[in-house]
């Protein structure tokens, strides 16, 4: 089993709806990142949090240390989100766990 | 633009070939490394530098050779690689090496 576990693998949704990306963790972590990697290869870290909830524009993150878990949430999707988006989990040195990520189509 | 510029973007070599991959921040900030992306696989740390010394190697083979002359400047020299070497490689740069990273755009390497 994977230290860092994302849901869903794959996600295609129409253009408005409310979108939402699940990472479950099992280690002890200092903080999460949540990362966006377009086609291409770019990768852009969207939120670093470490408890309760952080927002963005359209886009929120939040967290459960309890639970060990975590939601990125994005409001009104358009197509221009669609990317592969990436939770993170890690300690205080650079010890980063990457789950293998979620892919997101949004149809005009 | 996030402040991290790779290069090439692209880059096809034979296994015999030596090449460098370049990394370069103006963004002031004392972490870089170097990860692998293979196809559908979640990233791999390879080379951890911080104030310019190295302090993380994930057990890279040798065939990859990671120099930081300095703080800004990362290369990731390649020599006799395999095709199973053939992935993006990603440069990324932090402010400490706890902090929110900045990626660059990437080298997709091709080994034939």
């Known amino acids: 089993k994977n230290e860092v576990e994302q849901s869903p693998q794959n996600l295609t949704a129409q253009e408005g709806e409310f979108i939402t990306i699940n990472c479950s963790y099992s280690?002890?972590?200092?903080?999460l990142h949540w990362l966006q990697q377009h086609p291409g290869g770019g990768i852009v870290s969207l939120f670093m949090?470490?408890?309760?909830?952080k927002k963005h524009g359209r886009l929120i993150a939040t967290i459960n240390i309890q639970e060990k878990h975590s939601s990125l949430h994005i409001t009104a999707s358009h197509p221009r989100d669609s990317a592969v988006y990436i939770c993170a989990v890690g300690d205080s040195n650079y010890q980063l766990i990457w789950g293998a990520g979620t892919k997101l189509i949004i149809k005009p | 633009e996030t402040g991290v510029t790779q290069t090439p973007r692209h880059l096809v070599m034979g296994m015999t070939n030596k090449k460098s991959l370049k990394c370069e921040q103006h963004?002031?900030?004392?972490?870089m490394y170097w990860y692998k992306q293979s196809a559908k696989k979640p990233l791999e740390l390879m080379f951890v530098y911080n104030f310019k010394e190295q302090t993380e190697n994930n057990s890279v083979p040798s065939r990859f050779s990671p120099e930081c002359p300095n703080s800004s400047h990362l290369f990731l020299h390649l020599h006799t690689l395999q095709p199973e070497d053939s992935a993006l490689y990603l440069c990324?740069?932090?402010?400490?090496?706890?902090?929110?990273?900045?990626f660059g755009s990437g080298t997709q390497l091709s080994v034939l």
């Open positions: 963004l002031g900030h004392n972490a």
């Open positions: 990324a740069s932090s402010r400490a090496t706890n902090e929110k990273l900045f």
């Open positions: 949090l470490s408890s309760g909830k």
């Open positions: 280690v002890g972590i200092s903080a």
